[in-house]
């Protein structure tokens, strides 16, 4: 069963020191692996993190803004989780984790944030991965395990893909989720696969520790340009699969092989301005 680091216990933040790795199985196959340290903050308690080097809505070296994640418009985000999770049916009396590239002199770009969920007893109950692309746009995917049970290693959290990510992916097929944690490490699996099958896989993963001031700081020395990096990264490899002829479809392809047979399911059962609440692996649009 998957919890919330317990060591020490009342640490308000963690910071995770480890890398990404990602590899495209086809039709070129493309593998590249970069360091990377994240944050992850419990929510409830994210006031008391506020500090001369760690900055809550306000400019440090690095800093968590609130208007960055959720509904991005600068409230509360314990709350909003939580009325997310309500309204899914899940257990929303636990603890609330947000794991995210903090902003790093100013500047985050967050391909995927992690917000766990966890019920009172400290079970992982939802895991909600926000997603962003370069072009602007982002798209939540609200995750848990089937009949709403506790999520563990061997717990597979799936949903169809929805946003455009990369101008080398259509929008089609979907996303097969692991979590693994221990006291120590976490780690999440992504596999991507489209009508053909599996096609990418993504692993984000490392080694916890409190979030001090010595240990952030030190974070910072070795990556000083984390966040840029992850923007500079992002193209560096699109030129790579480009010069690879990998096929390109844009920022605005045409829709999938599946996505117009989705479309036209969602719309039967949810036509134009009607309201619904999502169900546990559906996706929420802030």
């Not at 690879?244 to 605005?252: A, C, E, I, L, S």
Request: glycine share 8%; hydrophobic share 40%.
């Amino acid at each position: 069963m998957n919890r919330a680091p317990t060591e020490p216990r009342d640490s308000a933040a963690w910071l995770m020191i480890g890398q990404v790795m990602h590899e495209r199985l086809r039709p070129r196959h493309h593998r590249f692996a970069y360091p990377v340290f994240y944050v992850r903050c419990n929510l409830a308690r994210l006031a008391t993190l506020d500090s001369g080097w760690f900055g809550i809505n306000r400019w440090r070296p690095l800093s968590l803004f609130a208007r960055d994640h959720g509904p991005c418009d600068g409230s509360d985000l314990d709350t909003w989780m939580r009325t997310q999770l309500t309204a899914a049916g899940l257990p929303a009396d636990g603890e609330i984790w947000l794991q995210a590239f903090p902003r790093v002199f100013g500047y985050a770009f967050n391909p995927v944030s992690f917000w766990f969920c966890h019920d009172r007893d400290g079970a992982l109950r939802a895991l909600l991965a926000e997603v962003r692309n370069t072009f602007g746009a982002r798209h939540s995917y609200l995750l848990s395990a089937p009949n709403g049970a506790p999520i563990d290693a061997s717990t597979e959290l799936t949903c169809r893909k929805v946003l455009h990510v990369s101008p080398f992916c259509q929008v089609e097929g979907g996303y097969r989720f692991r979590v693994r944690e221990t006291h120590s490490t976490s780690s999440v699996a992504i596999d991507y696969h489209d009508a053909d099958g599996l096609l990418i896989r993504t692993v984000l993963g490392g080694r916890l520790r409190p979030l001090t001031r010595a240990a952030a700081l030190g974070a910072l020395a070795r990556q000083p340009l984390l966040t840029l990096g992850v923007v500079v990264r992002i193209h560096w490899q699109a030129l790579r699969l480009f010069l690879k002829k990998v096929p390109f479809y844009g920022k605005h392809p045409a829709p999938g092989r599946l996505a117009e047979a989705l479309i036209r399911h969602r719309g039967a059962g949810c036509p134009p301005g009607s309201t619904r609440h999502p169900s546990p692996t559906e996706e929420i649009q802030p």
